[in-house]
């Protein structure tokens, strides 16, 4: 016998509520018929729904009676009527599905067009007869052309030449990269590919590539090049990466939140944190702008450079004594 599948079951259990609060009373043996269901899997679902509702307290769940064979339902007016989005909410769809349509990866794109055909000519109703569509932009400040160029290299399987701003460093860099995907992380568009440069996989955010080429060199990367498990975040310590020790003071507990680390200890109402980091320049300016709040523990010429900088920029002022 072939087991029921969960949405299978979720789809027919949101179909027959309505229909049934619109037919308070039915004989349980004529609404399996109507239904075309059997009356032992209608009497299970009907014993499923005493577990569902809008919330977890006994007066927000479904109540179900089949005294004499009849079914009546009560407490289920929220999802007896027709789902209907808000302006709001039908916006917030359409920009995630017009993501969606634009992402590597996505070969069939006609029940995205037609979910966005429907919700376009229902939003431009609800807000003026003179406006036929609505469009939603997406930017998140990438420009638009490095996204076409990006996507092009991958379609034609060929490598980049990208002039990429690296901010810890204040400086921009010339590398060759082998377009491996284009992925959307928190809001913003990452090219990931294998770094000619770095001889590694690297992720690229798209805002900070200043110039994108398309050469006509063959862009596949070399064997043995993965894509990186992204679920944890766009930042991947490696076993080479250095290990920064840092204590935190109160109210900066939250770095150790924040941040991927490896080990947390208290003592004394300071925690001593340990992390993995690519670049330490950034670990420097947090540790500057704390006032003291994060101390850089190890490694000791980390420190001593912290201690540098703190020095200089009293001096700057006249503060240093």
Not at 6 to 20: E, N, Q
Request: proline share 3%; with cysteine.
């Amino acid at each position: 016998m072939m087991v029921e599948g969960a949405a299978t079951r979720l789809a027919r259990l949101l179909s027959i509520v309505p229909w049934l609060v619109n037919r308070q009373g039915i004989d349980i043996a004529q609404a399996a018929r109507e239904l075309g269901v059997g009356e032992t899997q209608l009497r299970e679902d009907l014993g499923l729904l005493f577990m569902c509702g809008y919330g977890p307290m006994t007066d927000e769940l479904i109540d179900v009676s089949t005294e004499g064979g009849r079914i009546v339902i009560s407490n289920a007016d929220t999802i007896a009527r027709p789902l209907r989005l808000s302006r709001a909410e039908a916006l917030a769809l359409m920009v995630g599905l017009r993501a969606l349509l634009g992402a590597e990866g996505v070969t069939d794109s006609t029940v995205i067009e037609r979910a966005l055909a429907k919700l376009d000519e229902a939003t431009a109703s609800s807000l003026d007869a003179s406006l036929t569509r609505v469009g939603a932009v997406l930017d998140d400040d990438s420009a638009e052309q490095v996204r076409e160029l990006v996507s092009e290299a991958l379609r034609r399987g060929r490598r980049l030449h990208l002039r990429y701003l690296v901010p810890a460093r204040d400086e921009s860099t010339e590398r060759d990269v082998d377009p491996m995907r284009l992925v959307s992380l928190d809001g913003r568009w990452y090219l990931e590919g294998w770094c000619h440069r770095a001889e590694d996989t690297r992720l690229f955010r798209l805002d900070r590539i200043e110039q994108a080429t398309v050469l006509e060199t063959d862009g596949t990367p070399p064997q043995g090049a993965t894509t990186r498990d992204l679920s944890a975040g766009t930042f991947v310590a490696g076993t080479s990466d250095p290990i920064v020790t840092l204590r935190l003071g109160s109210g900066w507990e939250w770095v150790g939140e924040y941040y991927p680390i490896e080990t947390s200890t208290t003592s004394n109402g300071a925690t001593e944190v340990t992390l993995r980091v690519g670049e330490t320049d950034w670990v420097r300016r947090l540790a500057l702008r704390s006032g003291a709040g994060v101390v850089v523990v190890d490694p000791p010429e980390l420190a001593a450079q912290v201690r540098r900088d703190a020095r200089g920029a009293l001096t700057a002022y006249g503060l240093e004594g």
